[in-house]
């Protein structure tokens, strides 16, 4: 079933009159979209996750090739200011990122270095919690999904998430700055723009995985150092590095249960 954003709005409003009746259309509004139906090739999983090596990570410090190659291939729009910044994975130096795991010895190369950051894909995700229309959703490969027709830009699930993981687009990513300049540089025809009002994030690549592919950010990784996998599997690769390397999560005290692991 297909809902636009103003239809939404309306089943919505009845939704929140119509007490059981209003909570099963709200149930399968949530299940309705499959944006991106899987291929005969698709990637399936139960409990996807990725593992970050900052070992490796770090030998290219300051690198932004899995920055370049999620925002190009989402069509993430660069606005020109850090104020009005959508990013999907970003670089924070380490004692930012994992504020709760500094202490004084730390090596220096570790404490210098930064980190490749994005959605946690959280097994408890206060996000989908907080928002009024199931506009976010958990799936149940665990990864945490966005709907922008169903986002009423209300930003709840932007100030429930501990971790900076939302980005809420303030101006119309399809326009142009005052020189003309288009917000997104080169369009990916593929992929869905987004448009003002609307919060948007890493969804662990779902498009892809339908069609066989990797994450772009694994892909776009010269160093090798993003691994993505399935948990579940005791065979995969994100396992046996989880397995054989100690690592970290962010802000673990929180109890969201990250599913992005930094091996240090
Ligand atoms: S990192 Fe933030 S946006 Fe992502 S699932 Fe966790 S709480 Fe939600
Ligand atoms: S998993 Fe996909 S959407 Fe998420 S940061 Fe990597 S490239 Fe971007």
Redesign the pocket.
């Known amino acids: 079933m297909a809902v636009d954003r103003r239809n939404f709005i309306k089943i919505t409003g009845l939704a929140a009159l119509g007490g059981a009746a209003g909570k099963e259309a709200m149930d399968a509004l949530a299940q309705s979209e499959a944006k991106f139906s899987p291929m005969d090739n698709a990637l399936h999983g139960k409990r996807w996750a990725m593992a970050v090596d900052l070992k490796k990570c770090k030998k290219d410090n300051g690198c932004k090739d899995c920055i370049h190659a999620c925002h190009s291939v989402h069509n993430v729009p660069d606005f020109g200011n850090p104020k009005d910044e959508i990013k999907w994975i970003w670089r924070e130096p380490y004692e930012k990122a994992f504020p709760d795991q500094e202490n004084e010895f730390v090596p220096d190369d570790l404490l210098h270095a930064s980190a490749p950051l994005l959605?946690?894909?959280?097994d408890n995700?206060?996000?989908?919690r907080v928002c009024p229309t199931q506009a976010t959703w958990k799936r149940q490969d665990g990864i945490?999904m966005m709907d922008w027709h169903r986002c009423i830009g209300c930003r709840y699930?932007i100030a429930?998430?501990?971790?900076g993981?939302?980005s809420f687009n303030w101006r119309d990513p399809r326009g142009a700055d005052a020189e003309g300049k288009p917000y997104i540089k080169e369009q990916n025809p593929a992929f869905p723009t987004r448009m003002k009002g609307v919060v948007e994030?890493c969804t662990f690549c779902d498009e892809r995985l339908a069609k066989g592919l990797k994450p772009a950010c694994v892909e776009g990784c010269k160093q090798a150092a993003l691994v993505f996998g399935d948990l579940d599997d005791p065979e995969s690769e994100v396992r046996k590095l989880l397995r054989e390397n100690f690592s970290i999560r962010r802000k673990p005290g929180l109890g969201?249960q990250?599913e992005v692991y930094y091996i240090v």
């Open positions: 959605c946690n894909h959280c995700p206060p996000c989908v945490v699930c429930a998430c501990p971790y993981s939302r994030k969201t990250p």
